[in-house]
């Protein structure tokens, strides 16, 4: 199988730079995308393709991608900002499409 | 507007059967594939599978290959999930999500969900 690696929490103040790692073999030759979810709710799209904000997501987050290391960026990050984020990408065979383990931002 | 409505909570005994569905509205809905991701309480997300309603080309997740079955209907614009006999891990918060209509290669992503759909298996 397959395991993308993350930390399972961050903690920053408001207005400080929260970024959040997912690690995995195959990132060199394959995607990062990365979901929001807050509590209760559905997970949502905030980067996909390493660095692409879809439309309607805050230009405080980005996205960036070096070896088997990816990286969610929030400059700036807000109290509403907290929630759990995770990495979602494919091994290099195509066989596992797997999501990180999570990591929970607390802004506080 | 563009969803994903899913059907509503389930309360079901072990060895029941149970079909759970993903109505898609507002886009083509037999050009976009319609994944299952599973949350279990408390944890992450799994992929679970994937279907194209245009042919039903339906691809699994090793992990979940032979304890689920997806399907379509597209003449009613749904993608279903369905067990043959539901067991206590089953309970779980089950999503749909759709894939871009164009991604690279094997990079698939999912850009609208569901609401979710929870499973509640227990005697």
């Known amino acids: 199988s397959y395991e993308l690696t993350q930390p399972p929490s961050v903690s920053v103040s408001p207005g400080q730079t929260a970024r959040i790692t997912c690690s995995g073999d195959?990132?060199?030759?394959?995607?990062t995308h990365w979901y929001q979810q807050k509590s209760g709710q559905a997970p949502g799209l905030v980067i996909y393709?390493?660095?692409k904000r879809p439309s309607g997501i805050p230009e405080r987050f980005s996205g960036s991608s070096s070896g088997t290391m990816a990286t969610l960026t929030i400059s700036g990050a807000q109290v509403e900002d907290e929630a759990d984020y995770y990495c979602y990408s494919i091994d290099t065979s195509g066989d596992h499409r797997v999501f990180g383990g999570g990591t929970k931002l607390t802004v506080l | 507007e563009v969803h994903l409505v899913q059907s509503g909570t389930e309360v079901k005994k072990p060895g029941e059967p149970l079909k759970i569905s993903c109505k898609g509205s507002?886009?083509?809905?037999?050009?976009?594939?319609i994944a299952w991701v599973r949350q279990m309480p408390g944890k992450g997300l799994e992929w679970m599978g994937i279907i194209y309603p245009g042919d039903s080309d339906t691809r699994y997740s090793p992990s979940f290959q032979g304890q689920i079955t997806i399907s379509v209907d597209k003449s009613i614009r749904t993608a279903f999930l369905q067990w043959n006999r539901l067991k206590d891990s089953d309970t779980a918060t089950y999503y749909c999500a759709r894939r871009p209509m164009i991604v690279v290669g094997e990079n698939w992503y999912f850009d609208l969900w569901g609401r979710g759909t929870l499973v509640i298996v227990s005697s």
């Open positions: 507002g886009y083509d809905f037999s050009s976009y594939w």
């Open positions: 393709e390493d660095t």
């Open positions: 195959a990132l060199p030759k394959r995607y």
